[in-house]
């Protein structure tokens, strides 16, 4: 069975800085990997997803992941954040033997301060 | 193509009650998928359809929930003698076949069980 492990609850960071949210997953096939973001009393927003090829994945608003399978993370990052990045970040996983169902960790609160 | 279509957004009932929701996925999708998301938490499966067809079930579906998807086209979720418990945000969410390229989720019904 799959599962995502998202380490960090809650990730505070002022304005342009740098920031990392980290995830982790199981699987024993090879995976798909996705991070969605939500904004309050929203739906989840695709940001960027790792099929296959390169490891290094970019997404939209500057976001990227890199794919890691010997440490069998994709962790997400931006160089320079912003006020309006605040939100939820969820990291997910499908494959093969799941019939491509997504199974999503339990979120990660980026919190952007002025 | 509007994206994913929720209604209603909101849904304040007593007790007991039944309640339906409905969704309407991207016209193209084949799939449509419901997941179940409580405060603090990542969105959890609970059913999925492929055209008319319902594959899968989560144990989470207790049978007071049942899932239609009548022409292949929109679905419904009905929970019946609603309990506290059940009060969280209901997804749904549509993708192509193979579903392994992420999916399209809707806004969300936030159901309140009074």
């Known amino acids: 069975a799959q599962s995502v492990t998202q380490l960090d609850s809650q990730v505070p960071v002022f304005e342009e800085a740098p920031v990392e949210l980290r995830c982790n997953y199981s699987?024993?096939?090879?995976?798909?990997l996705f991070w969605y973001v939500q904004y309050p009393n929203q739906g989840l927003q695709l940001l960027l997803k790792?099929?296959?090829?390169?490891?290094l994945v970019k997404g939209i608003n500057g976001f990227e992941a890199e794919f890691n399978k010997s440490q069998t993370s994709f962790h997400l990052r931006k160089p320079s954040v912003h006020i309006s990045d605040t939100a939820e970040y969820f990291c997910?996983?499908?494959?093969?033997?799941?019939?491509?169902?997504?199974?999503f960790g339990k979120g990660t609160l980026l919190t952007v301060n002025p | 193509d509007t994206g994913v279509s929720q209604n209603p957004r909101h849904k304040i009932t007593k007790r007991g009650q039944n309640v339906t929701f409905r969704c309407d996925p991207i016209?193209?999708?084949?799939?449509l998928y419901w997941y179940r998301q409580t405060l603090g938490q990542g969105p959890e499966f609970l059913t999925y359809?492929?055209?008319?067809?319902?594959?899968?079930k989560s144990r989470l579906l207790s049978d007071r929930f049942s899932a239609e998807r009548p022409k292949g086209s929109f679905s419904t979720l009905e929970i019946q003698r609603t309990e506290q418990g059940d009060s969280a945000m209901y997804l749904c969410?549509?993708?192509?076949?193979?579903?392994?390229?992420?999916?399209?989720f809707g806004s969300g019904t936030r159901l309140t069980v009074v």
């Open positions: 699987s024993s096939v090879s995976v798909y």
């Open positions: 359809f492929q055209n008319e067809a319902q594959l899968e």
């Open positions: 016209s193209e999708h084949n799939r």
């Open positions: 997910a996983v499908s494959d093969r033997s799941s019939n491509y169902k997504l199974t």
């Open positions: 969410a549509s993708s192509s076949i193979q579903g392994y390229g992420g999916y399209t």
């Open positions: 790792y099929l296959s090829g390169s490891t």
